[in-house]
Antibody
């Protein structure tokens, strides 16, 4: 069965960086892409970006493209998402989700369990 | 604010039918997807490509669209359908995904 297992929660100070991992299993990792979506406390879903596990192509949300980097390690079927220069409004649950290998705009069908990142001084 | 607009809250009596709507200009050209999210859980895909259901999603969930509006209909709502529902499609440029603001469904 398809599973996306994310790394554990993090507490960071403003200005620091955080890197969240998402380990995939139950499917051919390089046949799909991974989207990252975050959800601030009590708020809705916000698309952050996408990476193709097939060719490494990325597409980032405008408001985050200067601070976010998404990568994959095909040898371990793991996707990573790093946010730099953290601010308090980056406090959120971060989700990875499986989507198309070809397009950032496709729907996602399986989600990770989420990783809570708390930014606080 | 999102380019996809949803009513913040909707309620339905147990066993009745409810329609949750999502409006946006991009919906005239692109399919929408619907996700269900219960408190403390990750979202779950319930409708994709306008009206297709993944395996395991009950057939009381259906999708439709007309013009700039896409809808999720639950026919015979059950207590376990109480959740937040998010639509998902593209922004007005067609180049980026976007989520609606979400609708909190209460089953009375």
């Amino acid at each position: 069965q398809v599973q996306l297992v994310q790394s554990g929660g993090e507490v960071k100070k403003p200005g620091a960086s955080v890197k969240v991992s998402c380990k995939a299993s139950g499917y051919t990792f390089t046949s799909y892409g991974i989207s990252w979506v975050r959800q601030a406390p009590g708020q809705g879903l916000e698309w952050m970006g996408w990476i193709s596990a097939k060719n490494g192509q990325t597409n980032y949300a405008h408001q985050l493209q200067d601070r976010v980097t998404m990568t994959t390690d095909t040898s371990t079927s793991t996707a990573y998402m790093e946010v730099r220069t953290l601010r308090s409004d980056d406090t959120a649950v971060y989700y990875c989700a499986r989507g198309s290998a070809a397009a950032a705009t496709s729907f996602v069908d399986y989600w990770g369990q989420g990783t809570l990142v708390t930014v606080s001084s | 604010s999102s380019e996809l607009t949803q009513d913040p809250a909707v309620s339905v009596a147990l066993g009745q039918t409810v329609r949750i709507t999502c409006q946006g200009d991009s919906l005239r050209n692109y399919y929408a997807t619907w996700y269900q999210q219960k408190p403390g859980q990750a979202p779950v895909l319930v409708i994709y490509n306008k009206n297709r259901r993944p395996s395991g999603i009950p057939d009381r969930f259906s999708g439709s669209s007309s013009g700039n509006t896409t809808s999720l209909t639950i026919t015979g709502a059950r207590a376990e359908d109480e959740a937040d529902y998010y639509c998902h499609s593209r922004d007005s440029s067609g180049n980026y995904p976007v989520f609606g603001g979400g609708t909190k469904l209460t089953v009375l």
